[in-house]
């Protein structure tokens, strides 16, 4: 472990970087052969999800929206007929996933870690960059738009890393990260390696009373997964990068949904 936290140490002090090093070593990812099921994996050790709602609610909600992407109203008919061959699966699971575990995600697996900042099972800035390690994560990946009549998405550059750096301790307002993979780079070795963090306790749940925090952790899981589906943040939109902005919104939309849509063709074909 204390290796690990050298060479993170060393991230952040000059090239080759620990990101880098490890995207040499990968192999790139495997091909999703056309299997469009996707599987949401949230892994909460220690039961944080209960602060907020029943795993069973949580996991309802969250693959009864997924699976209503295709019906989203006022949908344009391509768009629709891009997502309807999609299966959304959520699975809650009361476990850290093991180095074999992590190893075997493929291009279908969204993995989100529940982790927390405060209380006796908090998570340090330094022990967050291992996960990131740990699950291979590249320092730079890219959030998207739809731009006008474009073909592709118009990319932003997500410094993966230096969020977490930032923002994981010192920034308590920040209640989740999703992190996507480098989808619309061809050839990216890293295009499978997403990944979910929400920050439970604390901020999340800061005077806001119990019946209210079942909506609140299913709109924050909508969010960072839309950037786990490759989307940049959009102001006024379930997209917008305050909670009490897109906690409002309960769909994404149109132009949001035709990123999706490329992102998942790209992982699984």
């Known amino acids: 472990m204390g290796s690990i936290t050298r060479s993170i140490t060393a991230l952040f002090q000059g090239a080759p970087s620990i990101a880098e090093r490890l995207a040499r070593i990968q192999g790139p990812c495997r091909g999703g052969g056309g299997n469009r099921n996707i599987k949401v994996r949230i892994f909460d050790q220690h039961q944080f999800i209960n602060d907020m709602a ?11 929206f997924l699976n209503g ?10 768009i629709a007929t ?10 809650y699971e009361t476990i850290t996933p093991s180095r074999a575990q992590i190893d ?19 998570s340090s800035t330094d022990s967050v960059l ?13 959030v998207g738009r739809r731009q006008d ?26 209640l989740g990260f999703g992190i996507p993979g480098v989808y619309f780079v061809p050839n990216s070795q890293t295009r499978c390696r997403k990944l979910g963090i929400i920050k439970m306790q604390g901020s999340m749940i800061e005077n806001l009373p119990f019946p209210k925090r079942r909506a609140k952790i299913v709109s924050i899981l909508r969010h960072e997964l839309g950037h786990m589906f490759g989307l940049t943040h959009e102001n006024n939109t379930l997209m917008d ?17 035709w990123v999706v849509v ?7 074909s």
């Open 54 to 64: 029943t795993p069973a609610e949580v996991v309802n909600d969250l693959q009864t």
């Open 69 to 78: 992407l295709d019906t989203t109203p006022g949908l344009d008919p391509p």
């Open 82 to 91: 891009g997502l309807a061959p999609y299966n959304f699966t959520v699975n």
């Open 104 to 122: 075997s995600f493929d291009v279908n697996d969204f993995p989100i870690y529940f982790l927390t900042t405060t209380g006796l099972f908090k």
């Open 130 to 142: 291992d996960l990131l390690v740990a699950n291979r994560i590249p320092e730079l990946t890219f």
């Open 149 to 174: 009549a474009l073909a592709q998405p118009v990319l932003g550059p997500v410094r993966t890393y230096t969020i977490i750096k930032d923002d994981w301790e010192d920034k308590p307002s920040v």
């Open 241 to 257: 990068p305050n909670y009490d902005v897109n906690g409002t919104f309960t769909q994404y939309t149109n132009d949001q949904l």
């Open 262 to 268: 490329r992102a998942l063709d790209l992982l699984t």
